[in-house]
């Protein structure tokens, strides 16, 4: 029974994957706009950061559109099908629950922040800003 169960949300999820992709694709917002100085500077920023998801998750597709929104490169982490990533959210992050954002500031200790709004709310603070770089 609990094999059936789990077969019938892996088909669910295989039948709404497309769909929640093509949903993001076709609302993905436009980024803002920065010079180059300016992208460069928000670029390096990033190189700190990672996101560790999966692919159709809501959450992540959240996270991911903010993202597209500030025009941020982030490294994007498959924890769902990569072992490695899942096993490094696992082990250093605490919980495999996506989306997290893994923060690697130089000279400080690595921090793992979960809850998509927590997420979004980071990005903005550093990022939300076309003449800002990270704080
Ligand atoms: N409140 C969380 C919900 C995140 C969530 O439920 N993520 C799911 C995937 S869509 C997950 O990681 N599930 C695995 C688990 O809870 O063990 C957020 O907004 O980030």
Redo the contacts with the bound molecule.
Sequence with gaps: MRLFIRLFFKLVRLILTPFMLLSEWLTRPKAIARDAAQQLSVDENCQNLALYQ?SA???CIKVRKEIARLGLNIEKRNAQHNQQYRNELAEAGGK????CLRVSQPGQPVTWL????DIISYLQRHFDNSTVTAK
């Design positions: 999966f998750c809501p959450f495999v629950k996506v989306p979960y809850e998509s709004a």
